[in-house]
C-alpha cells in the first residue's frame, strides 16, 4: 500500500470509512461475524462507559466470574441507554465494539443478578433504537 492511498485510511474501492459498502443507491453496514455457538452476556446494569477494553475484561472476570478470552461476547451499556460497548475475544484478538445513539435509547432487559445471556438473534433486536 501506498500510503496517502484511500486503501491506507480503511476507504475506497472496498467501502467508506465507516465499513458501508455502496452498490445501485444503497448503502449496507458490515455486522459482527459471530458463531453459532458463541454466547451473548449482557451486564443488565449500566457501566461506566469510559471504560476500556482491559478494564471490561477484568469486569468480566470479576462481575460476570467469566473468562473474556473464552469467544463470547459481552455487551454494556452506559447510564443513559444511548451507547452500549460490545466485548469480544475472536482468538486472535479483542476487538471492542461501540454503537452510540443520536436519537432514542437501547432497550435493555430489567436487572436480574446482574447477568443475563440471550441468543444472537435477541442480540440484534437489542441493538436496534426504539
Not at 28 to 48: F, K, M, Q
Amino acid at each position: 500500500m501506498l500510503p496517502g492511498s484511500d486503501a491506507d485510511h480503511g476507504y475506497g474501492r472496498r467501502g467508506d470509512a465507516e465499513g458501508r459498502r455502496r452498490g445501485a443507491g444503497r448503502s449496507t453496514l458490515t455486522v459482527i461475524p459471530i458463531a453459532s455457538g458463541v454466547r451473548v452476556w449482557i451486564a443488565t446494569d449500566h457501566t461506566d462507559m469510559r471504560r476500556g477494553m482491559n478494564s471490561l475484561a477484568l469486569l468480566v472476570q470479576e462481575a460476570f466470574t467469566r473468562d473474556p478470552h473464552g469467544g463470547d461476547l459481552y455487551v454494556f451499556r452506559g447510564k443513559t441507554g444511548k451507547l452500549i460497548k460490545i466485548l469480544w475475544h475472536d482468538g486472535l484478538s479483542m476487538p471492542l465494539y461501540a454503537k452510540r445513539l443520536e436519537r432514542g435509547r437501547f432497550l435493555w432487559p430489567a436487572p436480574a443478578d446482574g447477568v443475563v445471556t440471550i441468543t444472537n438473534a435477541q442480540l440484534g433486536y437489542l441493538l436496534d433504537p426504539c
